[in-house]
């Protein structure tokens, strides 16, 4: 810090040496500035304009700024890029302080702790996460400060895969690592998205970490939260509360509890079967949306937390039966009453964020409008809880309280009107509190004093030129002309002399101004302290509105998945302990929405002890990958508790999904398609049991036939005679050989998607049926797909050659002849070599056209 620079520039470095490696945004009026180095960044970031301010005798630094009323949108533009941002604010009014303005970081604004509703996604959850590594074994924390979500785990170095695929399943937007982790961050994580974030390592110390958590909860031990002697996942778990120590200046009173949780509980996804499957996101057309997706199908709930929670529930589906079952209960409850589906669906319309808001009153950062919202999210619970039958949703009914002393203090407490933030005022009711109405009534009426006082005055000195009159040097003051100034009463005391007249003041004028010009302040300070009473004792109640806010989500969701199901024709699945699948008319909940002018061609499909593994050949574009990826979905639909699309299914509980599907090259990561399919497979062979489903669709393509064919035929014996397998497995494969397979393994079935032929027109009927297909009909697909008749037309002449053995005979002279490389096309042509021995100019017109005549039979093939 250099001695001649300003105080302005002293006070600032002094708040950017707190947050080095933070972008600082320093208020200075109407704009946050930055300077230095955050300056040259954030011009460059956020394309604004770079300029310079004087800091001293003959120096200045870079600076840029952005205005304060559009401050949120820069700071969100900076958090996707991955930016930490301090927030320092004018800690007082600068027309009230003399000297230099006060101004403390009141916020650090980064991915995972953003609060802001401006900058969040509200159907999304807002995670950040701790990861820590030791020996293999891994500790994984999360938190959501915008819902007072927090909760731990740790895996043993055997699940570092399953560990792995939680972290993505959280999708966190920050993650927290240690600075001095031997593994880089792409080792573990696949989503561009999570933003890592290193952190000093001794903060990840098991002490530190442990009493991080203590002192957080005011506890003496951590037995109660379940995670006692779960040394990693307490790691993780104090290094977030640590590092929200950093970020959440105003404290973290809405992280109140800890949970701990096992993997083990829910069917493990990863990231393959994610993207796969296309269960959140699609992988087509805008990155990250969610048209397109099974959730995109499912999501007809009408709240924040209905939609948090649905998405939630598809990256976790149940493995306890009766868990899975009580979700269904509830589900059919809304589908068979369709006036409860509708009445619930209608007090659900448009129903606020109940668990951030109160998140939000929690942590102190409330607005007054956040009020207003939960006071109209609690008057909407009781139409909700009468549109609800007692059974099967006792449990949800139970936990719907309404608190209608929260609703009723909110609405004696807070305008209708109340604007968004507290500083515009006129945010508390007229009647709420004496001390309150006392000032707005005083104010009021000195304002009518004053109004009145020049004709008042007039009417008793006489004087009929009196002026009252008001400056921001003396106040207010009455005016009077010197021809008058004889007339003028006793109790006017002179307080200016004018060319032409005089100004007096009196001490009750006085006494009114005072009223008049500290009324705003004062009604400003008594609203805030007011408004900060209504926030403590709506926040003492915060139990019971979170313990609400999830019943609501729970019924939301319920009564979204009724909807779905109504309106599409889903059944209700029928679960069994035994290990089998039986789906009658089955289709993709996903693709059966997309067909406009054609119905969707509904599928059987059927697991049990004796067919394990079912091999599906057919062309291509007929429907053999929308028949696998079907299967899956309605497994797991039904084990997040939904109805599913069909006429009837049977299904046993499936502890995974696994899925090796379509050809997606990783260059990034120097790995190319055939890679990432032996590895994805690999991962399939090593980690599958016996109540698995794996879908695999065209292993073995990326490489050459015979290496593909070889590796398909394989990974089939492998599953159907490995004792820890035996998995539940659908085949797809366009190798014809690998329907043998039925012939040698017991438990492998055959089937194929049906075809019509009508001459040289091929129609795709997108029916299975038992049987292996004799033929793949590239070429029709190829036609089409719109390839260019030429090509066509050549592809349809090799193949005739082909299948003729004419072109492999060629090939086989021709590898006789030498060690060439081995081609697809004969070198010598008959007609040309016939060609080339023709002495032209010997041939009469008649021979020329008899030669002519014969090869074109040549070329033919006659």
Request: glycine fraction near 6%.
């Amino acid at each position: 810090m250099t001695e001649d620079a300003t105080p302005i520039r002293k006070q600032y470095l002094d708040l950017k040496s707190q947050y080095p490696d933070t972008i600082l945004l320093f208020r200075l009026g109407d704009f946050y500035e930055t300077f230095d180095a955050d300056a040259e960044l954030v011009a460059r970031e956020l394309d604004i304009v770079l300029t310079s301010r004087p800091i001293g005798k003959g120096q200045r630094a870079p600076l840029a700024g952005v205005p304060h009323h559009a401050v949120e949108s820069y700071v969100a533009r900076l958090i996707e890029k991955g930016y930490r941002v301090a927030i320092a604010e004018q800690m007082a009014d600068p027309a009230t302080v003399k000297g230099i303005v006060p101004r403390e970081v009141i916020r650090v604004v980064t991915p995972g702790t953003v609060v802001e509703p401006a900058l969040l996604d509200d159907k999304r959850p807002n995670y950040l996460a701790a990861w820590v590594e030791d020996d293999g074994r891994v500790g994984l924390a999360h938190a959501d400060v915008t819902t007072g979500e927090f909760a731990a785990t740790q895996f043993a170095a055997e699940a570092y895969d399953a560990a792995r695929n939680e972290l993505i399943r959280l999708n966190p937007r920050e993650c927290l690592v240690s600075d001095q982790s031997t593994n880089q961050p792409s080792n573990y994580v696949t989503n561009q998205l999570i933003h890592i974030t290193p952190l000093a390592a001794w903060k990840f110390e098991y002490g530190n970490a442990r009493q991080a958590l203590l002192d957080h909860f005011q506890v003496g031990t951590l037995a109660g939260f379940g995670c006692e002697g779960q040394t990693l996942a307490i790691r993780a778990a104090g290094a977030i509360v640590q590092y929200l120590r950093e970020t959440q200046i105003q404290g973290l009173a809405q992280i109140s509890g800890l949970t701990t949780y096992s993997t083990s509980a829910f069917m493990t996804l990863d990231a393959a079967t994610r993207r796969n499957l296309e269960i959140t996101e699609t992988i087509r057309g805008t990155l990250g949306a969610a048209q397109g997706s099974l959730l995109g199908v499912l999501d007809a709930t009408r709240t924040p937390m209905g939609a948090r929670l649905l998405r939630a529930w598809l990256g976790q589906p149940l493995l306890e039966r009766a868990q899975i079952e009580t979700r269904l209960e509830r589900v059919a409850a809304f589908v068979q009453d369709t006036l409860a589906r509708e009445s619930a669906a209608a007090a659900l319309k448009a129903m606020p964020d109940l668990e951030r808001q109160t998140t939000r009153v929690m942590a102190g950062n409330a607005s007054p409008r956040d009020l207003l919202a939960i006071r109209r999210a609690l008057e909407a619970v009781p139409a909700l809880i009468e549109a609800m039958h007692p059974s099967p949703l006792q449990a949800l009914l139970s936990e719907l309280d309404p608190c209608n002393d929260v609703a009723s203090l909110i609405a004696q407490a807070i305008n209708e009107d109340a604007p968004a933030a507290l500083s515009s005022g006129g945010v508390i009711r007229s009647g709420f509190s004496a001390e309150l109405d006392g000032i707005l009534i005083a104010s009021r009426d000195a304002k009518t004093w004053v109004a009145n006082l020049e004709k008042t005055e007039r009417e008793r000195t006489g004087i009929k030129t009196l002026k009252v009159g008001y400056n921001k040097v003396f106040g207010y003051y009455l005016e009077v002309t010197h021809a008058n100034t004889q007339a003028v009463p006793d109790d006017y005391i002179r307080k200016q002399t004018l060319v032409n007249a005089e100004r007096y003041i009196t001490p009750q004028l006085k006494e009114y101004e005072a009223l008049i010009l500290n009324a705003e302040e004062r009604i400003l300070e008594v609203e805030k302290r007011l408004f900060a009473e209504v926030c403590q004792q709506v926040a003492a109640r915060a139990n019971a509105l979170l313990k609400t806010a999830r019943a609501i989500a729970q019924t939301d969701v319920a009564v979204a998945l009724a909807q779905v199901a109504a309106r599409n024709r889903y059944v209700h699945p029928s679960l069994v302990d035994a290990d089998e699948i039986h789906i009658v008319g089955g289709r993709h909940p996903v693709v059966e929405q997309t067909l406009s002018d054609v119905a969707f061609v509904p599928n059987d499909l059927h697991f049990d002890a004796n067919e394990r593994i079912l091999v599906v050949t057919g062309p291509n574009m007929s429907g053999k990958s929308t028949f696998l990826r079907q299967a899956a979905l309605i497994v797991l639909m039904a084990q997040i508790g939904s109805f599913v699309p069909a006429e009837s299914a049977t299904l046993g509980i499936v502890d995974r999904i696994f899925t090796r599907i379509g050809a997606q090259d990783e260059i990034a990561a120097g790995q190319s398609t055939f890679m990432v399919e032996m590895v994805e497979t690999a991962n399939i062979l090593h980690h599958a049991t016996s109540r698995s489903l794996i879908v695999l669709d065209e292993i073995g393509r990326g490489t050459s036939t015979y290496d593909g064919l070889s590796i398909a035929w394989a990974v089939v014996e492998y599953v159907h005679n490995h004792p820890r397998l035996k998995a539940k497995t659908l085949f797809a494969t366009h190798y014809h050989e690998l329907v043998e397979l039925a012939s040698s393994l017991p438990q492998v079935r055959n089937y194929n998607v049906a075809v019509a032929e009508e001459g040289d027109r091929v129609v795709f009927l997108h029916k299975i049926v038992p049987g292996g297909a004799d033929r793949s009909y590239g070429i029709h697909v190829a036609q089409l797909a719109g390839l260019p008749k030429p090509v066509i037309r050549r592809a349809q002449e090799l193949l005739r050659e082909l299948e003729s053995g004419e072109r492999v005979q060629a090939q086989k002279e021709k590898r006789e002849e030498g060690p060439a490389q081995l081609s697809l096309f004969i070198q010598r042509d008959p007609v040309l070599d016939a060609l080339k021995s023709l002495d032209v100019n010997s041939l009469s017109p008649l021979e020329a056209l008899m030669k002519l005549y014969e090869l074109q039979k040549l070329a033919r093939g006659e």
